[in-house]
């Protein structure tokens, strides 16, 4: 092989690979990215039945239900709307009611979220970055949720 | 007083590090060694001056000083001390002043051991290294002092984030630093090597113990980083493809790649500035990492606190050093000459492999690292890249790799025997398809892919076993002979086979905790028994204890087998009265390298508890293999060749051996 037919097969098989990744990035992208939606996203746009995203919001105080075989269901809120959510298992350390959290699952028939994991992914404030960005988008936020005293 | 000579000695090290961003490289324009050696003096000062300034916060820390802002937000007085010990790196200042004494400790051992270098390279490492040490002194002085005083100084401290209150704070972040920030050498080499224009082998021969020492610490860092995250936050998971696990990943897979191609450079004087490139990629994906975990653009266990100033300014680094070099790289090394040429069947044309095959997972990880970040921020839509993306895409691309892995070793240098080498690989395929009919007859109706993944692992690690049984010559010759040339054998060749060896290893662990990992959840009340594959646990009851800043249920579950009792099980939940937050602890029950994870739901009103237990079949294998990982660059670290500091050997038998190859 001469010089140039090496540099030739080093860059055929480089690029190769490189369309291999593209491609596959690509496919990745378009079916297993979910997409975060806040209580008022849901109602509003329609999320399809089925369709797998995030869904975040504050726990509306008092309405955690706890029932048989470790279900528990709560509502989610952004302070306009607020979405049902029913999920089977250990909730977070950190979930509390009146506290942020992130659902993940798809909505069902009757427009309940059937979550398969809930995150209380928390900054400082214990409040997770998505839905402290839609409770300002809401306008529902207030500087003080979360915060704790400074003596 | 004693902060304020911290924060001082931190000043004056920013002033050295000026001095020594400017004067050894001007000393090696104009050839003038008093200019030069400036560096070996200052080197050693700013290490000794931010050893002086971290030294100074670890008293705060541990005398509980709460003038200090980040001691009274971070720590209390009631914590035992290890963790008033670590908490000083448990927090945005404090890890910051961590990062920078392992980069001022690098440049110190670059000036103590790198007495081989040609004084020219030296001077220009040593200054490159100053100018990122520079950027860190002011990012650290202007915008995270750690030093901060408070007005009144509050009586009690608001206590440690609970998470962290483990001894894993101890080890993950120094070991993870000593890896990230080691890469900054390589950089160093790379940028004070376009400078003067001019690279050859010997270059890659100086600068691949550096680089091999960051990516031992920066492997058994990751590694433990997910062994603590595996026991520490309750779901069992090891590895969740989060963005801040992502960007410790990235520069390791950038470095594993820099450490073969180095190999190319050495031995043959290719690829060098496809070796060059790396170094620079590396570093800029350690800096990306540093600036996703810090800047708060990521919530994270690791994220403490946002400061928009703060993101900026490590954006401004960030732009600063990657683009610089970048930039560096595009005008100078078109002027470098190429050299070697190889077959594409070659030891060489493997290594090229690798490196493609590396880079190109790096790339699939920063792009599902970045991706939502850049959506974000352009169309406001937030969405999540969790493991199936990483799945889709690093899977397919990492498996190539891996199968061929083991060939590279074996294939000669300049031109490979393919087929010779495969039949010298017979038995690691036939171990390899061994276990892929074994796991296929065992687990039959087990997932499709568990057998393939057990058969891929075997055969890597019969991969790495072979090169040294070939190279040893222990199925020719007498036992007496092969056991004295393997002994003979370079270091280098054995840390490169125990390295494949471990990651092997890591390979099975993984494969067989996916696959065979199983799950029960249930709500259990004193003296109720329940059980998951041949474990049965019963749950003795809940009491009450009072821990040095906490209080704590205990929860006491007896595993027995068929009848046997085998051991307890005490996991906990604690609150945290200071911050008013729960962890809970899993208790691990380990037998051989598999183990029984149980962690601690909420208590019922019934006098029931909700408890998640797992059983994960060799899980420790994920870990040890990395720590085998490390043995082997330790190994390599130990080839007399490579060593940091030794005096170039005078025709040694490795050297001999080397050259035969």
Same mark, same amino acid.
């Given at each position: 092989m001469t010089r140039k037919q090496r540099r030739i097969t080093l860059i055929a098989v480089g690029l190769g690979v490189l369309g291999l990744a593209v491609a596959l990035v690509l496919s990745a992208l378009k079916d297993s990215i979910v997409f975060f939606n806040s209580p008022t996203d849901v109602l509003e746009k329609h999320v399809a039945v089925g369709m797998r995203i995030r869904l975040g919001g504050l726990v509306v105080p008092g309405s955690l239900a706890r029932g048989d075989n470790l279900t528990v269901q709560f509502e989610l809120t952004d302070g306009n709307h607020a979405v049902s959510v029913r999920y089977q298992g250990l909730l977070p350390d950190l979930f509390r009611e009146g506290q942020g959290v992130v659902a993940e699952g798809a909505l069902d028939q009757g427009g309940v979220f059937r979550a398969d994991t809930v995150l209380a992914k928390h900054d400082e404030n214990y409040m997770p970055k998505e839905v402290a960005d839609s409770l300002k988008k809401s306008g529902h936020w207030k500087d003080d949720y979360g915060k704790k005293a400074v003596p | 007083m004693i902060p304020e000579i911290g924060h001082y000695a931190l000043v004056l090290a920013l002033g050295l590090a000026l001095i020594q961003a400017v004067a050894p490289l001007a000393g090696a324009r104009a050839n003038d060694p008093a200019l030069m050696s400036v560096a070996d003096t200052t080197a050693l000062a700013q290490f000794l001056l931010?050893?002086?300034?971290?030294? $100074?916060?670890?008293?705060?820390?541990? !005398?509980?000083?709460?003038? #200090?802002?980040?001691?009274? &937000? +971070?720590?209390?007085?009631?914590?035992?001390?290890?963790?008033?010990? !670590?908490?000083?790196?448990?927090?945005? &200042? @404090?890890?910051?002043?961590?990062?920078?004494?392992?980069?001022?400790?690098?440049?110190?051992?670059?000036?103590?051991?790198?007495?081989?270098?040609?004084? !020219?390279?030296?001077? +220009?490492?040593?200054? %490159? *290294?100053?100018?990122?040490?520079?950027?860190?002194?002011?990012?650290?002085?202007? !915008?995270?002092?750690?030093?901060?005083?408070?007005?009144?100084?509050?009586?009690?401290?608001?206590?440690? +984030?609970?998470?962290? *209150?483990?001894? =894993?704070?101890?080890?993950?972040?120094?070991?993870?630093?000593?890896?990230? #920030? @080691?890469?900054?050498?390589?950089?160093?080499?790379?940028?004070?090597?376009?400078?003067? @224009?001019?690279?050859? $082998?010997?270059? $890659?021969?100086? #600068?691949?113990?550096?680089?091999?020492?960051?990516?031992?610490?920066?492997?058994? =860092?990751?590694?433990? =980083?997910?062994?603590?995250?595996?026991?520490?936050l309750g779901w069992g998971g090891w590895w969740f493809w989060d963005p801040v696990e992502n960007a410790s990943f990235m520069p390791w897979l950038a470095g594993t790649a820099l450490l073969h191609s180095a190999l190319v450079m050495e031995k043959r004087g290719a690829l060098k500035v496809w070796t060059l490139l790396l170094a620079i990629l590396t570093f800029s994906l350690s800096l990306l990492g540093t600036f996703l975990v810090r800047s708060g653009v990521l919530t994270s266990v690791h994220t403490f606190a946002s400061d928009p100033l703060r993101g900026v300014f490590i954006l401004a680094i960030l732009v600063l050093f990657i683009g610089g070099g970048l930039a560096l790289f595009a005008w100078r090394a078109p002027q470098l000459r190429q050299g070697g040429l190889f077959a594409p069947v070659s030891r060489e044309g493997a290594l090229v492999l690798n490196n493609l095959f590396l880079t190109t997972a790096c790339a699939t990880v920063l792009v599902g690292t970045l991706y939502p970040l850049a959506l974000d921020a352009l169309t406001g839509q937030k969405i999540s890249v969790g493991a199936p993306f990483f799945n889709m895409t690093f899977g397919p691309l990492f498996v190539p790799l891996l199968m061929a892995m083991p060939f590279g070793p074996l294939l000669a240098w300049k031109r490979g025997d393919l087929p010779g080498v495969a039949q010298r690989l017979f038995g690691a395929f036939a171990l390899g398809l061994a276990g892929v009919a074994i796991t296929f007859a065992v687990a039959r109706g087990g997932p499709v892919l568990a057998p393939f993944g057990i058969g891929l692992a075997l055969f890597v690690i019969g991969g790495a076993v072979t090169d040294i049984v070939e190279r040893s010559? #222990? %199925? *020719?010759?007498?036992?007496?002979?092969?056991?004295?040339? $393997?002994?003979?054998?370079?270091?280098?060749?054995? =840390?490169g086979a125990v390295a494949h060896l471990g990651l092997g290893i890591t390979l099975f662990g993984i494969v067989c905790e996916t696959n065979w990992a199983a799950e029960r959840i249930a709500a259990v009340k004193p003296n109720e028994t329940f059980s998951l594959r041949q474990y049965d646990l019963t749950f003795e009851g809940l009491t009450p204890r009072q821990g040095p800043n906490y209080t704590e249920q205990v929860g006491t579950f007896t595993v027995r087998i068929g009848g046997d009792v085998i051991g307890k099980l005490q996991p906990s939940k604690r609150s945290f009265a200071a911050r008013g937050s729960e962890t809970s602890e899993a208790a691990l029950f380990t037998r051989g390298v598999s183990q029984l994870y149980l962690s601690l739901g909420d208590a019922k009103p019934d006098g029931s508890v909700v408890v998640r237990l797992y059983h994960k079949p060799l899980v420790l294998l994920i870990w040890l293999g990395a720590v085998v990982m490390f043995l082997g660059g330790g190994l390599s670290l130990s080839d007399r060749r490579l060593r940091v500091g030794a005096p170039r050997p005078a025709k040694t038998k490795a050297s001999a051996l080397a050259a035969a190859e």
């Open positions: - | 931010v050893a002086i300034s971290f030294a $100074a916060l670890i008293y705060c820390y541990v !005398t509980s000083d709460f003038s #200090v802002a980040t001691v009274f &937000e +971070n720590s209390h007085s009631a914590m035992p001390l290890i963790y008033k010990f !670590t908490s000083a790196w448990g927090n945005h &200042e @404090g890890s910051m002043l961590l990062w920078v004494l392992i980069l001022s400790l690098f440049g110190a051992l670059v000036s103590l051991f790198g007495n081989n270098l040609p004084p !020219t390279l030296k001077a +220009n490492v040593l200054g %490159v *290294q100053s100018w990122i040490a520079a950027a860190f002194f002011l990012f650290i002085l202007l !915008t995270s002092n750690p030093f901060a005083r408070l007005a009144d100084a509050p009586l009690e401290g608001r206590d440690l +984030n609970p998470i962290l *209150q483990d001894l =894993g704070l101890a080890i993950h972040p120094p070991l993870l630093y000593l890896g990230y #920030v @080691g890469f900054s050498i390589s950089f160093s080499f790379a940028i004070a090597a376009l400078i003067e @224009g001019r690279i050859d $082998a010997a270059w $890659a021969r100086w #600068v691949r113990p550096w680089a091999l020492m960051a990516w031992m610490f920066l492997t058994i =860092g990751i590694a433990m =980083g997910s062994y603590w995250a595996y026991y520490e010559g #222990v %199925v *020719q010759l007498p036992w007496a002979t092969a056991l004295k040339r $393997a002994a003979g054998l370079p270091r280098s060749v054995w =840390g």
